[in-house]
């Protein structure tokens, strides 16, 4: 009995030892961990905290307004809401069946119906985050709806989203913004470090239910908003050739209208039209197309269907080139007479063809034009008169003088992906012979226009702009872009004699569909083959007409390129009046009187 005795106390004692030893384990394992929690991970879980416990929500900058030269806004941006979730807080204390019905119910008041959109709400609903963004640009009613179910953790912040209140209006020009509100295109990029202003702060302590910590902090930092832009556009001017460039459109069934007008004396854009343009406030929206073009990109690639929307967006006025043929006739005799090549009395005779080297050109006249001055060879868009004052100014000086006039490079115009001109690699006899009338040569519609304008005032190539100034919130201009002289081109002379040779051609040559009672205009039409593998294309054309008004005291340079008209392709029969139907109007609206002009 004692021996029985013996052994159940040695067994206890056994049992009472293997307990503390694993005990003592435990202890040792638990000490480990709190040390690796306190000590290796402290970081980490301190950072973990802070994240949890913390709101960090943006205060976005208001963009800057974009104006019109009068002060009309042409992109501002209005108040809209960003919706924010606690996912600690939406979820707290429910049932996974009440988590998705909150969840169908908050996607269904979101107008959001789309089984992965609604898959992507509920993953960041149920994520760990302190805070999720669910929803951008709400309007106010959607703001309300959300706020009446009533779910918690919910938090609304007051957003702006940029607005075009003329839709459709110089589109191409102004652009359009990211979901960021960032730049895409046009002046919202070129301009959006000084649009974007700087976006502010909110930052406090809060629980898992989003509410304020007693003893949390709050930190605002101020947004400072973005500054406005005065662009150099004319609100007035744009809506005439927009309007022009519609009927345009609509009568020749085009690719597209661009209109370019521009004040000579200073460099600045008073109208930039690409038509058919885009809806800025719904950018991804094709504009203009048919039931069965709706049909064909709704079945394009994802690449295919970004391409056409950039191409939509582009600005061509200044990221494409063209052929500009016999408008730039103007540059070949301006050039000759300003250089001393040839003089206004001098004659050169036109026998519909001509040889150079080996090949046989020919004139867009199918019989002769005979004897004639430079005037004439204007007023006639003479090919082989123009080729003869190419070869007379010889190729070293007439590449300068392209050159000079700005084809050589760019035109440094405030705007992004401008391109430069297509020149020959190798000029010989042949290609001197085609560039003096216009072929072989490819430029942007900026580059005649600023080219142009040197003639209009005086000589002088400037670098065409289309912001006059920027200005703070408050309205005080804060930095100008005045006019600009990149470098004298021609002397005085030589550009009063290149008028007095436009004037001619509007009133008695080619341009005379765009001559106007009461008023003097310089011009010159251009009607363009466009270059195909191989040569030159005999069904499509550039339709082209420039002009500068009033002859005397010239206040606009205006392009009309047609791409690709329908039916009749001269552009005195397809540019030259529409220029006149703008000038018509502009003119008035600038107050110039028939007796000035």
């Known amino acids: 009995m004692a021996k029985r005795s013996t052994e159940v106390k040695q067994l206890n004692r056994r049992r009472i030892t293997l307990g503390f030893c694993f005990i003592g384990i435990i202890f040792i394992l638990l000490s480990i961990r709190l040390a690796k929690i306190m000590i290796v991970d402290s970081d980490e879980l301190t950072q973990k905290a802070i994240s949890q416990q913390t709101m960090d929500a943006t205060i976005e900058a208001k963009r800057g307004i974009i104006y019109d030269r009068n002060g009309r806004e042409l992109a501002t941006s209005s108040i809209c809401y960003t919706l924010y979730v606690f996912p600690g807080n939406f979820t707290f204390e429910k049932e996974e069946a009440e988590i998705d019905k909150d969840i169908a119910l908050l996607c269904d008041t979101l107008g959001i119906t789309e089984e992965e959109k609604r898959a992507a709400v509920s993953e960041k609903l149920k994520s760990e985050e302190g805070i999720v963004t669910i929803k951008k640009y709400l309007t106010k009613e959607d703001a309300d709806a959300v706020r009446k179910l009533g779910l918690s953790g919910i938090e609304l912040s007051q957003a702006t989203k940029r607005y075009y209140p003329l ?44 509410n304020d910590l007693v003893e949390g902090t709050e930190r605002h930092y101020e947004a400072k908003d973005g500054y406005n832009i005065i662009t150099t556009i004319d609100e007035a001017i744009q809506y005439y050739c927009e309007e022009e460039a519609k009927a345009a459109y609509g009568k020749w069934k085009p690719k597209k209208v661009e209109i370019l007008a521009m ?23 094709p504009q203009g197309l048919s039931e069965e073009s709706k049909k064909a990109y709704e079945n394009m690639s994802d690449e295919e269907q970004t391409a056409y929307l950039s191409a939509m967006w582009r600005n061509p006025l200044v990221s494409d080139t ?72 010889g190729k070293t000086r007439f590449m300068q003088y392209i050159n000079d006039f700005g084809f050589g490079g760019l035109t440094g ?7 430069g001109a297509l020149l020959q690699s190798y000029v010989g006899p042949v290609e001197l012979a085609t560039m003096g009338f216009g072929q072989g040569i490819s430029i942007t519609p900026i580059q005649l226009v600023t080219a142009i304008s040197s003639i209009a005032n005086g000589g002088d190539l400037l670098r065409p702009h289309y912001v006059k100034a920027l200005t703070d919130s408050n ?24 008028r007095d040779i436009m004037e001619a051609e509007v009133s008695e040559g080619g341009g005379n569909t765009a001559k106007m009672e009461g008023f003097r205009i310089g011009g010159k039409t251009g009607t363009a083959e466009k270059a195909v593998e191989g040569g030159y294309s005999l069904s499509d054309y550039y339709s082209s007409f420039i002009c500068i008004a009033p002859i005397e005291d010239p206040r606009i340079t205006l392009l009309v390129v047609v791409d690709s008209p329908r039916g009749e392709t001269y552009g005195s029969v397809v540019a030259a009046p529409a220029a006149k139907n703008i000038l018509e109007n502009v003119l008035r609206y600038m107050a110039v009187s028939p007796d000035e002009g």
């Not at 200073?266 to 800025?280: C, K, M, Q, R, T």
């Open 167 to 210: 839709g459709n209006f110089a589109s191409q020009l102004l652009g359009s913004v990211n979901d960021d509100g960032q730049g895409r295109t046009g002046l919202e990029l070129e301009y959006d470090e000084y649009l974007s202003g700087v976006n502010g702060r909110w930052v406090t302590n809060t629980d898992v239910s989003g």
């Open 263 to 285: 004040d000579p004396n200073n460099g600045e854009i008073l109208a930039s039209v690409v038509y058919p343009g885009f809806d800025p406030n719904d950018p991804f929206e």
């Open 322 to 393: 063209y052929e500009p043929g016999s408008t730039f006739k103007l540059i070949t005799a301006t050039s000759a007479i300003d250089e001393g090549a040839i003089s206004l009395t001098d004659t050169f005779y036109c026998d519909h063809s001509f040889r150079v080297e080996d090949y046989t050109l020919s004139c867009w006249y199918s019989g002769a034009h005979g004897s004639q001055t430079i005037k004439q060879a204007i007023e006639n868009s003479c090919n082989p008169a123009l080729a003869e004052v190419a070869a007379r100014l």
């Open 413 to 419: 115009v405030d705007y992004p992906g401008e391109s």
């Open 475 to 498: 309205g005080k201009i804060v930095k100008t872009f005045d006019k600009e002289i990149v470098r004298k081109v021609i002397s005085p002379e030589t550009a009063a004699e290149m």
